[in-house]
């Protein structure tokens, strides 16, 4: 018997959320009929299958595998087939991560800023999707020109189901040319991020 992967990455998740189907591909390469005694996916995943309870020498089925995230964070499963084929039963590995936090825009720009001087901020705003609340865990700015960039928040360490909040962002140039940082916030499971631009003039 053959599966056609033994891991599966899934993509962020919201919360409470199910994902698209990835397709595992079950083959009987053995000369006889193989018979399946079953077939379960464990965690925050679910399973659905055209197998039936017996595979033809040769022939092949479909296990399609979706991630359906509980809580936030990296989460992990697996997909287990038990069958009368010689080294039964077989694991799947499943991996995704549950987001409960979105974070948008996903990269903010400041053109052609005096040296020295701040430009009015610009607002990215951080929403909690799900029907539960969210941990804040850290709001700051990284990267190469951490000093150009400076952020102001309405968040504070919990955001409710439903809710939003914003981070005001400014940009104050010390120097002529392109500078670049980046909005990090952890929270909600995952770390999310705005790529931030500026020009000094």
């Known amino acids: ?91 799947v590995s499943l991996t995704g991560i549950g987001v409960f936090l979105t974070l948008s825009p996903s990269a903010v720009t400041f053109n052609g800023q005096a040296i020295n001087t701040i430009r009015a901020p610009q607002v990215v705003t951080l929403g909690n999707v799900t029907t539960l609340a969210g941990r804040v865990v850290s709001i700051r700015i990284a990267g190469p020109n951490t000093l150009a960039f400076t952020q102001t928040t309405t968040c504070g360490t919990s955001l409710a189901a439903g809710a939003s909040c914003t981070v005001s962002v400014k940009f104050a140039p010390k120097f002529k040319g392109g500078q670049t940082a980046t909005l990090e916030v952890a929270g909600g499971g995952t770390n999310l991020s705005t790529a931030l631009t500026g020009t000094g003039k």
């Open 1 to 91: 018997m053959l599966l056609s992967s033994t891991a599966l990455t899934f993509a962020s998740q919201t919360v409470g959320t199910q994902s698209p189907l990835q397709r595992l591909t079950l083959t009987n390469s053995g000369s006889a009929t193989l018979s399946i005694s079953g077939i379960a996916a464990r965690g925050d995943f679910r399973q659905q299958n055209n197998c039936g309870m017996s595979l033809a020498a040769g022939a092949k089925c479909s296990i399609m595998v979706a991630f359906n995230p509980r809580l936030g964070g990296i989460r992990s499963g697996s997909l287990t087939v038990s069958s009368n084929a010689a080294g039964s039963p077989n694991v």
